[in-house]
């Protein structure tokens, strides 16, 4: 029986103080692995050398493929290039930061050879995070569980596992706006988690600020629920029905000679709410219109300047 391929994919954005202990560490790991594999290292439009050391690393060992970005196009879609590259019968994504320690990989493997086609780990602490990040990242897990229409696992991230028919099936889905943890789980297969003590950045800055967050969130949302839609539009029907309540009251009140509905601050608190409600609306059917036009525009979801294999990659 032949060993297993593995493949494992790691988004790289001006991570240059991590690339060397990253491939150290993965080396380490993977020689126990009981399988050959690759370290397929995605250029994310690098500035800070990271490109350079990507090669050098690739020019001494086989083994890593590299796949440089022509510019920045983010973080799910150089892990979705890094599946696309990816030859292996599982594919693990890990993060080039170290936060995800590449340890854990081989209880990943471990629960794949069981059967599991998708493992994915799971957080059980965060070393080295603000607790506003922390809190933050709590509420975001548990509202997209909840207002989504796949059950995504709490307090994960894209650190996993996936099968090959997985990755085959993610592949052709080529939408531009992605949130692969969702992706994964709305695709369904067999799945368990994997608990683990995610720890500090080894060096440099998050590439994840609380705007990019923020961003992921809504893609998220939109990708997987009509929610904000649904919000809308009873927002919408509890304005309507507010006025058409008021409307009597209002007539009584006059008729009595009472003051109270005369002049213009009610009119215009009241032209203001109902504007705020419309813009609202308006918004929120913006956001899901723009990700349509962004579908139907039909561009490639990221342009590479050098890869192995590029002629076999559908982009």
């Not at 050098?56 to 892990?79: K, M, T």
């Not at 069981?114 to 607790?131: D, H, L, N």
Request: some cysteine; proline content about 3%.
């Amino acid at each position: 029986m032949m060993k297993p391929v593995f493949s494992i994919v790691a988004p790289v954005f001006n991570e240059i103080c991590c690339l060397d202990v990253l491939y150290q560490r993965v080396i380490e790991v993977m020689d126990k692995a009981d399988g050959e594999w690759e370290l397929v290292l995605v250029d994310d439009g690098s500035t800070d050398g990271s490109t350079e050391k990507i090669r050098e690393l690739a020019g001494i060992d086989e083994r890593i493929r590299p796949v440089i970005f022509a510019r920045n196009f983010g973080h799910q879609i150089a892990v979705t290039a890094g599946l696309d590259y990816s030859r292996g019968d599982a594919v693990v994504i890990i993060d080039a930061d170290l936060q995800d320690p590449p340890e854990v990989i081989l209880e990943l493997i471990q629960k794949w050879r069981e059967g599991y086609e998708v493992v994915y780990a799971q957080r059980s602490e965060r070393e080295g995070e603000t607790w506003f990040k922390r809190m933050t990242a709590s509420i975001f897990y548990r509202t997209i569980y909840r207002i989504t229409d796949v059950k995504i696992p709490l307090d994960t991230g894209d650190f996993r596992l996936l099968d090959r028919k997985v990755v085959n099936v993610m592949n052709s889905m080529r939408e531009r706006h992605r949130f692969l943890r969702g992706m994964s789980a709305w695709v369904g297969f067999r799945s368990v988690g994997v608990s683990y003590k995610r720890a500090a950045r080894f060096a440099g800055e998050t590439k994840y600020p609380f705007k990019k967050m923020l961003k992921l969130a809504f893609t998220a949302v939109t990708s997987f629920s009509y929610v904000p839609l649904q919000i809308a539009m009873w927002v919408g029907f509890l304005s309507a029905g507010i006025a058409i309540l008021t409307i009597p009251v209002v007539i009584i009140l006059r008729l009595i000679g009472s003051q109270f509905f005369f002049g213009q601050a009610t009119t215009l608190i009241a032209v203001l709410f109902l504007g705020g409600v419309q813009l609202m609306s308006l918004g929120i059917l913006g956001e899901y219109v723009g990700r349509i036009y962004d579908e139907v525009k039909g561009r490639p979801l990221y342009i590479v300047s050098e890869a192995p294999d590029d002629s076999l990659i559908k982009q």
